[in-house]
């Protein structure tokens, strides 16, 4: 058990700066369970900054995001860098998004480090244990806000009182969306490495890029874009415990490119299989491109490369739409 990592409570204090900063276009309720509802794009505006700390909170605080500019292949974007010096629970125990949550006819994924204290998914069973808390935090991924019966569920699940739990929530075809989507870049590649056989608790750090999808006019246009930003325009750089062979091993494995439904925008892979999302090759989760160091040789192995002709097929339909420069007659 790691007793110095508390996710959730760092989870909350992303919440709190979340909910104390103007200009966040976030807007907390309170459930009469006395559960906090944390609305981050369903009725509210949310926007980017708020993106950042909603990425922030389903890491746990234990890992950081910022926005950069990604610039590719004549494509130039806003882009999400995500760093984190404990990637097995940033990304792992709190990020992954495992939790289906039902109730009422409500469906949303659920993320964050509430996850770890409900402990009810297989993977729980192959990390190291997390210290019990006393306060829970969920991310949401859906279209509406909770209502009660998901406070008792959650609350029940992670062995908190109801008053001790958050639960923020966004859908896909939003500014946070967009966001905490790619923002899952070195969590998608955990996760591959995890699918694969691997020890992610020998991943030391993580570090990673990718782009931010424009905002989709629907939810199912918003999951192949932001899925793309990541698959095909995704890098992260690992440090990782673990033998030179290996990792040249994991450095061919590990990119999207090496998966059967690698080549294709999304949601055409999507639409193939009849939008049953358990028929797509699991292997194509994964950045786009990798760097794993070895933490005791030195040494760094590469695979993979950005695929900037898909993500503007995905992203533009194939080509940007040209206005008019303010210089050129009308």
């Keep these: 058990m790691d007793?110095?990592?508390k996710p959730n409570a760092g989870a909350l204090g992303a919440v709190r700066k979340l909910m104390r900063r103007s200009?966040?276009?976030?807007?907390?309720?309170?459930?009469?369970?006395?559960?906090?509802?944390?609305?981050?794009g369903v009725e509210s505006a949310g926007g980017y900054q708020a993106g950042l700390l909603f990425a922030e909170a389903c890491m746990g605080g234990l890992g950081r995001a910022s926005l950069i500019p990604w610039q590719e292949?004549?494509?130039?974007?806003?882009?999400?860098?995500?760093?984190?010096?404990?990637?097995?629970?940033?990304?792992?125990?709190?990020?992954?998004?495992?939790?289906?949550?039902?109730?009422?006819?409500?469906?949303?994924m659920g993320s964050g480090p509430a996850r770890a204290l409900a402990g009810s998914?297989?993977?729980?069973?192959?990390?190291?244990a997390l210290a019990p808390e006393q306060v829970a935090v969920l991310s949401l991924e859906g279209r509406r806000l909770p209502p009660e019966?998901?406070?008792?569920?959650v609350a029940g699940r992670c062995g908190v009182d109801p008053q001790n739990l958050t639960l923020l929530v966004a859908p896909t075809?939003?500014?946070?969306?967009?966001?905490?989507v790619s923002a899952r870049v070195v969590e998608t590649a955990l996760h591959k490495l995890h699918e694969l056989g691997f020890d992610v608790t020998a991943v030391r750090t993580g570090w990673g890029t990718a782009p931010l999808a424009p905002v989709a006019a629907d939810d199912l246009t918003a999951m192949g874009r932001t899925n793309d930003c990541i698959l095909y325009g995704g890098r992260?750089?690992?440090s990782v415990d673990a033998p030179d062979t290996e990792l040249a091993r994991l450095a061919e494995q590990l990119p999207s490119a090496t998966?059967?439904?690698?080549?294709?925008?999304?949601?055409?892979v999507f639409r193939r299989y009849d939008c049953d999302f358990y028929q797509i090759d699991p292997h194509l989760f994964s950045p786009a491109e990798v760097w794993l160091t070895s933490v005791s040789s030195g040494r760094t192995f590469h695979g993979g490369r950005v695929n900037p002709s898909i993500l503007q097929q995905s992203l533009f339909g194939g080509e940007m739409l040209e206005g008019s420069h303010p210089d050129q007659p009308r």
């Design 121 to 128: 998914e297989k993977l729980f069973s192959q990390l190291p």
């Design 259 to 268: 998966s059967r439904d690698y080549g294709r925008p999304f949601l055409e």
């Design 23 to 40: 200009g966040m276009g976030v807007r907390a309720s309170r459930l009469l369970a006395g559960t906090t509802v944390v609305d981050c």
């Design 236 to 238: 992260v750089v690992l």
């Design 149 to 153: 019966a998901v406070a008792w569920q």
């Design 3 to 5: 007793r110095g990592l």
């Design 173 to 180: 075809a939003c500014a946070v969306g967009s966001v905490q």
């Design 73 to 108: 292949g004549g494509l130039f974007l806003p882009g999400v860098q995500v760093v984190t010096d404990q990637p097995w629970a940033a990304c792992m125990a709190a990020q992954y998004a495992g939790w289906a949550i039902k109730a009422e006819k409500f469906f949303a």
